[in-house]
């Protein structure tokens, strides 16, 4: 529940909807009461204004995202949470970088150096009130650490995105730019996993983004469901930020399912007030 | 992509929204345009209207929903897709059952016999254009099958509620009111299966009712935390009939997941347009 300080007990407020006309997302002001109402009632609100019923508020909830690569280039650093945004515009996402990391976890030296950055990322953010954590990475580097330490919701990229293709089929084939699919995810999808996969000449998600690299990433996801995979899980985070999941879905007629995506629904999700 | 024939280009529509204020759902209808939104893109329209655009429409996802035992009370038939429809709005729940099994599935012949039947349903969700099916029961029963034989997404109640307890913690719990988990749900957790119990003195949903039922819930729940689970699945569907998901999270102090919410989640997420 959301007070007011010196506001009137029952306070009318605008709530700000978010509608999608035309491939553009504009904001639409609708008058709902601010006391007793479920709508404002859904975590953190992001408000513009010192008596929000004044002006208007915009209701958002407030998740935190980890990036575990070190970038000062915007665009990169929230590519990850404007998708998760425009899926799901109830959520405001909240994008940091760990530090020092230009070129990310790579191997087990470079994943232990990250996770006392992750966790340190992760602590202020609960300090900061955000209502959930994303690690945006499908190794789900630092995850259990953090769930450990703080009290909110911590989702990974890599379990979200296999569970998701769990509840869609049995059979799960992934798709990655390593030879094969994160621990975690090998962990969960257990005996389902049937094939594991990564486009030939692929080696970093900037490979994908060629000509020759969205072909090749097109034929490995017809090779998974040769294998016999029913439901394709990304097993990098990488493939959401260059969209090619319709594409992937279209040329293997399977269900392909994005680790950004899968990451953001459970966020959603959990941060919704039962 | 909605067409409506004879219609403007650009149609102007109205859209039904729901919103809850003070505890009861009121409709209020916002005006989009109907051509290229993506608002009113989102699956199956149930149209009220020759011509939606002149008198508004009510959009909603229409999806399927497979109870596993004959019942001519409307109340209970449709008590789990109320639910789903309570938290996912946007879709419109259409509850059926199958034929001759008032006790519903309770072992290996009952199955057997309930099997053809969930089939039967499934495909005639499909024929009248349903954008997916839930198999509203934990065992997920006819899900495999009925996944070889339509094209829109088959949900199961157990594989889903594994799967959202997955996306939250790494050691989960079950509850549920046998003694072990369903196959589906062991299967799908391996090793992340911790504890798998039930409430003391029950044996069907109907004993949760009373108030030693609901007291031994609790405390199976706690056990459930003190045996190491970090998440709770609910192992039977009819929790979610009596909807103590939140009193069990409150006894025990952590998260605890419903099989019919997480049923809900994933229709509601698998139907939205991409």
């Given at each position: 529940?959301i007070?007011?300080?010196?506001?009137?007990?029952?306070a009318?407020?605008?709530?700000t909807?978010?509608?999608r006309?035309?491939?553009?997302?504009?904001?639409?002001?609708?008058?709902?009461?601010a006391?007793?109402s479920?709508?404002?009632?859904?975590?953190a609100?992001?408000?513009?204004?010192?008596?929000?019923?004044?002006?208007?508020?915009?209701?958002k909830?407030?998740v935190g995202?980890?990036?575990?690569l070190?970038?000062?280039?915007?665009n990169?650093?929230e590519?990850?949470?404007?998708?998760?945004?425009?899926r799901?515009?109830?959520?405001k996402v909240?994008s940091r970088?760990?530090?020092?990391?230009?070129?990310?976890?790579y191997?087990?030296k470079?994943?232990?150096?990250a996770?006392?950055k992750?966790?340190?990322?992760?602590?202020?953010?609960?300090?900061?009130r955000?209502?959930?954590?994303?690690?945006?990475?499908?190794?789900d580097?630092g995850?259990?650490?953090?769930?450990?330490?703080?009290?909110i919701?911590?989702i990974?990229?890599?379990s979200?995105?296999a569970?998701?293709?769990?509840?869609?089929?049995s059979?799960?084939?992934?798709?990655?730019?390593?030879e094969?699919?994160?621990?975690?995810?090998?962990?969960?999808?257990?005996?389902?996993l049937?094939?594991?996969?990564?486009?030939e000449?692929v080696k970093?998600?900037?490979?994908?983004m060629?000509?020759?690299?969205?072909?090749?990433?097109?034929?490995?996801?017809?090779y998974l469901?040769k294998t016999?995979a029913?439901?394709?899980?990304?097993?990098?985070?990488?493939?959401a930020t260059?969209g090619?999941?319709?594409?992937l879905?279209?040329?293997?007629?399977i269900?392909?399912?994005?680790?950004?995506e899968?990451v953001?629904l459970f966020a959603?999700?959990?941060?919704?007030v039962?």
């Amino acid at each position: 529940m959301i007070h007011y300080p010196g506001g009137p007990p029952v306070a009318l407020a605008t709530r700000t909807i978010l509608l999608r006309e035309y491939g553009r997302t504009i904001e639409r002001p609708i008058c709902i009461r601010a006391a007793g109402s479920a709508l404002i009632n859904s975590g953190a609100a992001t408000s513009k204004h010192k008596y929000p019923w004044e002006k208007g508020i915009e209701m958002k909830t407030k998740v935190g995202l980890i990036r575990v690569l070190t970038t000062k280039d915007e665009n990169l650093l929230e590519a990850h949470g404007r998708l998760v945004e425009s899926r799901f515009p109830e959520l405001k996402v909240e994008s940091r970088c760990i530090d020092d990391q230009p070129k990310g976890i790579y191997d087990e030296k470079t994943s232990a150096i990250a996770l006392p950055k992750i966790l340190k990322l992760g602590e202020e953010m609960e300090r900061e009130r955000m209502k959930a954590i994303i690690v945006s990475c499908a190794d789900d580097p630092g995850v259990e650490g953090l769930r450990n330490i703080v009290k909110i919701p911590v989702i990974g990229a890599g379990s979200s995105c296999a569970c998701l293709a769990l509840s869609r089929g049995s059979r799960i084939g992934t798709l990655g730019i390593r030879e094969g699919a994160p621990r975690v995810m090998k962990d969960i999808l257990g005996e389902h996993l049937v094939a594991e996969t990564r486009p030939e000449g692929v080696k970093t998600t900037w490979d994908l983004m060629t000509g020759e690299g969205k072909k090749n990433a097109l034929s490995a996801a017809e090779y998974l469901r040769k294998t016999g995979a029913e439901v394709i899980a990304l097993a990098c985070t990488g493939y959401a930020t260059i969209g090619i999941a319709k594409d992937l879905e279209r040329a293997a007629g399977i269900p392909v399912i994005d680790a950004v995506e899968a990451v953001g629904l459970f966020a959603w999700h959990l941060t919704r007030v039962r």
